[in-house]
């Protein structure tokens, strides 16, 4: 099935690959910040009404945890004022929204992988934000809440995951918390995975999207380098509390996709995801300089 899809915040980590990916198989519009501004409602509602498209996908959002302390606003804005006006959109034009959410909304204090019944209690300006963002997309009469943790990969490459690679392949000091627990997203099977949603008959609601099983941010590093075949690695164990941080982060993260297996999307292990975005991240081979040519003696054949 061919879809017209709108993707907001296209240039954005999730946003690219979103926009490359579905751009292979459906009609898609992509607005980055710079040619649409989420949080000007009239500018948005005139864009997309025109377009009458069969899928808003909202990959825009304030990402910036530790500031959102201080711009709450700013965090609103995009986080859940931006999401209102694209859940009215969605229902005036009976079109389907795809909207994006995180981890940071449950404390943390739970020790096995949370659910979408697990309760939220949202710790931080940014979290309360993406929080309210869910409630209000889900006004939209069909759509789909994505809660994603721990991104990574994508063409920016500009993820915490992305950063620890270069630092192992260039030999520097990579800190990794050994007491955050999470599991890992790779960009390219969130959107693999919100194709199949968008294009198949599956329940409306609220899924984990992340890849399967979970590990701390020291687990990751560590696999990281093993992929790297760098076992040298400089790898230093850290704890939450020996960092400053201005916003609280959720200890015990790791979200279960049980409920998107159920229906039918299986997501591969973060181990399996790591593995391939590491050969896609493949440092380029400097091929070795031509020989010079060879001289002859003269008079000599």
């Not at 404390?107 to 309760?119: A, K, Q, S, V």
């Not at 199949?196 to 984990?208: K, N």
């Not at 015990?252 to 297996?261: C, E, I, M, P, R």
């Amino acid at each position: 099935m061919k879809l017209l899809a709108v993707v907001l915040g296209a240039q954005g980590q999730l946003g690219d690959t979103m926009t490359a990916q579905l751009g292979a198989r459906h009609e898609v519009v992509a607005y980055a910040r710079a040619n649409l501004d989420v949080t000007a409602a009239d500018d948005v509602r005139a864009a997309i009404s025109s377009l009458c498209p069969d899928v808003i996908i909202n990959c825009a959002a304030y990402t910036h945890v530790d500031a959102a302390e201080d711009r709450p606003i700013d965090a609103l804005n995009v986080n859940a004022w931006a999401v209102r006006t694209m859940a009215e959109l969605a229902a005036s034009l009976d079109a389907l929204l795809v909207h994006f959410s995180t981890d940071f909304v449950f404390e943390g204090d739970i020790d096995r992988p949370l659910t979408e019944e697990d309760p939220a209690n949202p710790q931080g300006v940014y979290a309360a934000s993406k929080l309210l963002g869910e409630w209000l997309a889900a006004e939209a009469p069909r759509h789909y809440v994505l809660r994603v943790e721990s991104l990574f990969g994508g063409l920016r490459a500009a993820s915490s995951v992305d950063r620890m690679l270069d630092a192992i392949r260039s030999g520097a000091e990579v800190r990794a918390f050994a007491d955050r627990t999470v599991s890992p997203s790779y960009v390219e099977d969130v959107v693999s995975a919100t194709d199949a949603l968008i294009t198949t008959a599956h329940p409306y609601g609220l899924y984990h999207c992340v890849n399967s099983g979970c590990t701390t941010w020291s687990g990751v590093a560590r696999e990281l380098a093993r992929l790297a075949g760098r076992p040298d690695a400089r790898i230093t164990d850290v704890q939450t509390a020996d960092v400053p941080l201005r916003a609280p982060r959720p200890r015990f993260a790791a979200l279960s996709n049980a409920k998107l297996a159920a229906a039918g999307i299986a997501m591969p292990s973060w181990q399996d995801a790591l593995a391939r975005y590491v050969a896609e991240r493949a440092p380029a081979v400097t091929p070795p300089p031509a020989p010079p040519p060879s001289r002859r003696s003269p008079g000599r054949r």
